[in-house]
């Protein structure tokens, strides 16, 4: 089936509307022959001649009548779904959103979240669920739609990423605990006993290769999965946790944290998502949200 030129609907529209050939070149940017050229396309597909002579003038055929309401609607219909999309009308918006994070983002940024959404947009649904691992797929996929952490060569290469903060690895203590008194040392903070922390169980990582560099070896005596693992043993023993400074300052009640007194990269903690949610209002809107409560919350608190 030879599908017709649907450029020719806007001519059809405004031809109609001016009952001219004159009016509508002038309103379409054409000369009057390019017109007159298109006018007799369209009657050759409505089989009609739609704008017949009288007088000087043009008049409508009955056909073209009733084709000038249903031509304005279907031309006002299709500019609406080329146009893109406005701002949306959040106190109405009913939508459910999915984020992956590691541990520490929802204690730390979930309550000004919620806050934020509650006030904005109650008809949102925040659904926070754990991150294992750097795999792309939730977002490919479409299970999940926004995703933070620290962009690695295991991220996507498609995904949009925006920097929401930087956050450094501080040794955390439980209060009283030796190393809470008196500025640390690599020498003493070598010689304290430590928990590590590992998703795959491994000893050893940069504060190691760090404290290797200066001669030096901190003892490990027992190896977890999560920070708020690692927190949990230092707050109940003489064990020394290093983690993320921003992701725990409301988790370490009844605890000292002090700078490593070695040398660590900061880490860039990024906002992620898939590229063909960039345009959608809403998604928009949710990000500028994340990035507000994130970069507003200052680390250690």
Known sequence: ????????????????????????????????????????????????????????????????LDLRERAGLLVEAATALLRPESAPDLARLERRFTMRNREGFVETFGPALLARIEREAPGVQLCFLPKPDKDSAPLRDGGVDLETGVVAAATGPELRAQALFRDRFVGVVRSG??????????????????????????????????????????RIMTVV?????????????????????????????????????????????????HPRMEADPAHRWLRGVVREICGGVPAGG
């Open 1 to 64: 089936m030879t599908l017709p030129d649907l450029n020719l609907l806007v001519t059809l529209d405004v031809l109609l509307t001016e009952g001219s050939v004159a009016g509508a070149a002038r309103r379409l940017r054409l000369s009057p022959s390019a017109m007159s050229r298109q006018l007799a396309r369209l009657r050759t597909a409505t089989g009609d001649p739609l704008l017949v002579r009288a007088g000087r003038g043009l008049v409508p055929t009955p056909r073209a």
């Open 177 to 218: 605990h030796p190393l809470a008194a008196a500025p640390v040392t690599a020498e003493r903070f070598a010689s304290a006993r430590h928990v590590a922390i590992s998703r795959r169980g491994r000893e050893h990582g940069p504060v190691d290769a760090a404290l290797a560099a200066l001669g030096l070896e901190r």
């Open 225 to 273: 999965a999560t920070f708020s693992e690692a927190l949990a043993l230092a707050r109940a023993t003489d064990l020394v946790a290093t983690v993320p400074e921003r992701y725990t300052g409301r988790l370490r009640d009844g605890m000292a944290s002090f700078p490593l007194p070695v040398p660590i990269a900061n880490l860039t903690i990024s906002l992620l998502w």
